[in-house]
């Protein structure tokens, strides 16, 4: 096993809680919240300064300076003058491919995709739901009514899409955007889980 997985996914998809099973079923770490960490660790930013820009939108005007940024190397001038959401997002570009270079893991959410694109090793999945099942299981975790559980999925996911339609250039959940998206209200949690194991072991088998 040396594949890496990402996995995208809509607000109430349990698209963490999958990929902590699929990880849980090939030994292999999983990072979400435990990315905003590793990344705040090798650049130097406070945990909460990574926490606050985590998967927002910017609207800045210096869009095509962190382009070039990450793709062709910065110099030091450049990146003073970059707004903090770019130099986040760089501090979380850079750890994701840290973490790729170490071997098989699942990385959630924060444009690992992208990131990634140049790897060969990789599977891209993007996780959905059913609207009624996502309120419900956001109504459950977070102990919300019915109306609060369905704006907060709206907000989640409209900051989630503007950031990653801003910083890659793809389309935050349209299918050919990735290798697979799937309904996770359809097989649960459970069912899901196995699915992409699946798909996963098949990837592997074909590389042989």
Known sequence: MDTIITIAR??????????????KYFNIPCYDKELLTRAAQESG??????????????????????????????NASSFVDMPISHKVFLAQFNTIKKIADEGPCIIVGRCA??????????VHLFIYGDEETKVKRIM????????????????????????YNYYS????????????????SVLGVEGTAKLIAQFVEDFENRKR
């Open 113 to 122: 995709d992208y990131a990634l694109s140049d790897y060969k090793n990789c």
């Open 140 to 163: 459950n975790k977070y102990n919300l009514t019915e109306a609060k559980a369905k704006d907060m999925i709206v907000k989640k996911d409209k900051q989630r899409q503007s950031y």
């Open 10 to 23: 809509q607000f109430g998809s349990a698209g963490r809680e999958i990929g902590e099973q699929v990880a």
């Open 169 to 184: 250039s793809k389309k935050w959940g349209r299918a050919d955007s990735y290798d697979l998206c799937i309904n996770s």
């Open 45 to 74: 930013f406070c945990e909460e300064m990574i926490q606050t820009h985590d998967e927002r939108p910017t609207n800045s005007f210096l869009y095509n300076l962190v382009m070039d940024t990450y793709s062709f190397g910065y």
